[in-house]
């Protein structure tokens, strides 16, 4: 199997707290996981990529600093949402990837849906 | 022009029917194509994956896949209620990022 867990699976918290999210490969090393996030009726969008032991790549438009991602080990990956706002309320999805040649498949957590009262 | 294109639908399908979802890509150096299941208010589920051109089968689902028309589209035969989900056709383009599109909600009518 392939399975990908995350937590909390929900979280609500005050304006300006910060927020981690863990992401887990239960049964396989990943050597690349990825953090999306997810608004209602919209499709996923990537916001970082992040390598065991490396720092992330983020994409265009998502702050680095707002967005704390560590990869420390193959089964193991955290986002902290920092000083988080109303706007950062969302759907926050991890996969993971074992990254074998040829088959790049990617395998979703359940999500962790963020709110920011 | 998006990168990864759907309907969006809603697409509606009485049960026991095939249900046929379209996607077309923009990259032409794109490797790898998923196809995963959204529920409402969970995370994708992978469904099918497919490399080659040509068709993929695995058991009520059928990938097809033409990288010379830039598209790849997924059957469900004997569509069931159950199936009722947004259908998200994913693509690794040549920077190896996976793209999404912005999926076909499918209903199955019982």
């Known amino acids: 199997g392939a399975v990908v867990s995350q937590h909390p699976s929900r979280v609500i918290c005050k304006s300006g707290t910060s927020v981690k999210i863990e992401c887990r490969s239960l049964d396989f090393q990943a050597t690349t996981m990825f953090w999306y996030r997810q608004f209602p009726k919209k499709s996923l969008m990537l916001m970082a990529t992040s390598n065991e032991g490396s720092k992330a790549t983020y994409e265009q438009g998502v702050e680095k600093d707002k967005f704390l991602i560590n990869h420390a080990s193959l089964t193991l990956s955290t986002l902290t949402v920092t000083s988080a706002h109303p706007e950062d309320s969302s759907f926050y999805i991890c996969s993971a990837s074992r990254g074998q040649v040829g088959t790049d498949t990617q395998y979703f957590g359940p999500g962790t849906r963020l709110t920011v009262l | 022009q998006k990168e990864v294109e759907q309907n969006s639908g809603p697409l509606s399908v009485p049960e026991g029917a095939i249900a046929s979802l379209n996607c077309t890509y923009s990259d032409r150096g794109s490797q790898s194509f998923f196809w995963y299941r959204q529920y409402s208010g969970k995370s994708p589920e992978l469904i099918m994956s497919?490399?080659?051109?040509g068709d993929k089968e695995d058991g009520r689902f059928t990938a097809q896949l033409n990288k010379a028309s830039q598209y790849v589209s997924l059957l469900i035969r004997d569509s069931q209620p159950s199936d009722s989900a947004t259908y998200l056709c994913?693509?690794?383009?040549?920077?190896?990022?996976?793209?999404f599109g912005s999926g076909t909600q499918l209903t199955v009518l019982p």
């Open positions: 497919i490399y080659s051109n």
């Open positions: 994913a693509v690794t383009g040549s920077a190896r990022q996976l793209t």
